[in-house]
T-cell receptor
């Protein structure tokens, strides 16, 4: 059972570079989202999508871009990486109905130098 | 905006003891969902237990149970007969009705000592 798959698991970027974190789920979930986790803090919502073609901003969207062309995939793009974006990134998915279990990927460690 | 507060940054207990992790939240909504997630050193986020706000009965999952006090906006997690594998960060999270997004607390680092 693949569940939510994130790639890459580790990445080092130089300031100003761009990159895409990939996320795919095989559970036919309508809802997908991206969170970041910084030291001493819980996860914070970056962007989310309630279905293909629909995306919206979360709590900390600046510097990130998303798109949802298929139900399965929800990539997160860093447009011009900054040291402040050094973090662990989690992709998550669920059925859209409120209260349903939200499943998380294993995380992607990103360091911007 | 909703906020979630976990006032215990770290806790440590002996194996087989019972431990309670605290969580308070702030919302003006009447219907919502509350969760406890476990994050072991692998960083995987694992759902421990879920509570619907409209249910008065406290949720239980084997050794894990919650004390949900809606009026006080309190949602504590009790771990009975603690095991070494319970060592992890524990996050309390809030999800509003009609939205599948989570607001997390800062986390409590729990260590179970042999």
């Amino acid at each position: 059972n693949a569940g939510v798959t994130q790639t890459p698991k580790f990445q080092v970027l130089k300031t100003g570079q761009s990159m895409t974190l990939q996320c795919a789920q095989d559970m036919n979930h309508e809802y997908m989202s991206w969170y970041r986790q910084d030291p001493g803090m819980g996860l914070r919502l970056i962007h989310y999508s309630v279905g293909a073609g629909i995306t919206d901003q979360g709590e900390v969207p600046n510097g990130y871009n998303v798109s949802r062309s298929t139900t399965e995939d929800f990539p997160l793009r860093l447009l011009s990486a900054a040291p402040s974006q050094t973090s662990v990134y989690f992709c998550a998915s669920s059925y859209s109905l409120s209260g349903n279990t939200i499943y998380f990927g294993e995380g992607s460690w990103l360091t911007v130098v | 905006a909703q906020t979630v507060t976990q006032s215990q940054p770290e806790m440590s207990v002996q194996e087989a003891e019972t431990v309670t992790l605290s969580c308070t939240y702030d919302t003006s909504e009447s219907n919502y969902y509350l969760f406890w997630y476990k994050q072991p050193p692998s960083r995987q986020m694992i759902l421990v237990i879920r509570q619907e706000a409209y249910k008065q009965q406290n949720a239980t999952e084997n050794r894990f149970s919650v004390n949900f006090q809606k009026a006080a906006k309190s949602f504590s997690l009790k771990i009975s007969d603690s095991q070494l594998g319970d060592t992890a960060m524990y996050f309390c999270a809030f999800s509003p009705q009609g939205a599948q997004k989570l607001v997390f607390g800062q986390g409590t680092r729990l260590t179970i000592n042999p």
